[in-house]
């Protein structure tokens, strides 16, 4: 797609013209040509060399990297990237093309359940409970048991803020991957993603337990379990047999490493390291949690006079 002709029917200037293959966010690290956007100069640096097209403000235009071959200034870049990708949403290149859904062998596949009729692969030996939901662009490997309730592929909380005080919703293009022997209990929302480069990845044998929601873009690593009632933000990768405690939340765009511990109840705004277990609202290193609250408790008791 050339720069050029998916802007026609937009207000603004384009500086120069370009190919590209995609869209997708600036600091991606998708390594083919992708079409952008940049509002926020503190992210220049971090941009992509296979970022060759970009919508922008004209006070960034000379702080853009020589690796931009296409420009296209606008006052609203963000609002213009997501009103793009909703056009380009309808168009056969950029969304993933249909075909009819497949089942493997040997899967048991409740007749209350609904399985879109195209882009959804099922491999062998599949259980599939009673009221299950599995939209389009739907991967799930073999082995896997998917209990009551659960919605797969549902669509992500994504919505961008426009002018005149509108709000956008966003076409859902990407799609969840669910791998060899995974196990999902009983409603459980897994979101899809925006982008058609967006994956929301359970990797084998990740347990998900009741009431989790997973949003979109989110990646669980090898034999990781998350219990009850958590919530993963978008875009946030946990690594391999790491764990997620009851109602713990995770927010968007975080790293939680391997082997890594979440409390229950835990709510996590930051990274967190290999092999560190956190805890607590905001989280931190569950030992200085633990000498934290040793430390209130007794000044309670000082003040107390117990």
Request: hydrophobic share 40%.
């Amino acid at each position: 797609m050339y720069l050029s002709d998916v802007v026609k029917e937009f207000s603004g200037e384009l500086i120069c013209d370009a190919q590209f293959e995609t869209l997708e966010y600036c600091t991606s690290t998708l390594k083919i040509p992708f079409l952008t956007f940049m509002e926020n100069p503190k992210f220049i640096e971090k941009i992509s060399k296979y970022a060759v097209c970009i919508f922008c403000k004209k006070e960034l235009l000379e702080k853009l990297p020589k690796s931009v071959k296409g420009i296209f200034a606008t006052e609203n870049p963000k609002e213009l990237f997501h009103a793009v990708h909703n056009m380009l949403s309808e168009q056969d290149g950029y969304r993933v093309a249909l075909f009819d859904s497949k089942i493997g062998n040997e899967c048991q596949i409740s007749p209350q359940a609904v399985i879109a009729p195209h882009n959804v692969i099922l491999g062998d030996r599949v259980v599939i409970e009673d009221n299950v939901i599995i939209n389009d662009n739907v991967q799930i490997g073999n082995d896997c048991i998917i209990h009551s309730g659960v919605v797969i592929g549902g669509k992500a909380f994504t919505f961008a803020r426009a002018s005149e005080k509108k709000i956008l919703g966003l076409n859902d293009l990407g799609c969840v991957v669910l791998k060899d022997r995974v196990e999902v209990f009983s409603m459980t929302h897994i979101a899809k993603g925006i982008l058609p480069t967006d994956v929301t990845l359970l990797d084998d044998d990740v347990k998900v337990d009741a009431l989790v929601h997973i949003g979109h873009g989110a990646k669980i690593g090898k034999r990781t379990m998350v219990a009850a009632g958590a919530v993963i933000g978008g875009n946030t990768v946990i690594g391999e047999d790491s764990w997620v405690g009851i109602n713990a939340t995770i927010s968007n765009r975080l790293i939680v490493g391997n082997n890594a511990r979440v409390s229950l109840g835990s709510v996590v705004t930051k990274n967190v390291e290999d092999n560190k277990t956190v805890t607590g609202n905001f989280a931190i290193e569950h030992g200085k949690f633990i000498e934290k609250l040793k430390e209130d408790v007794a000044r309670m008791e000082i003040r107390d006079g117990i």
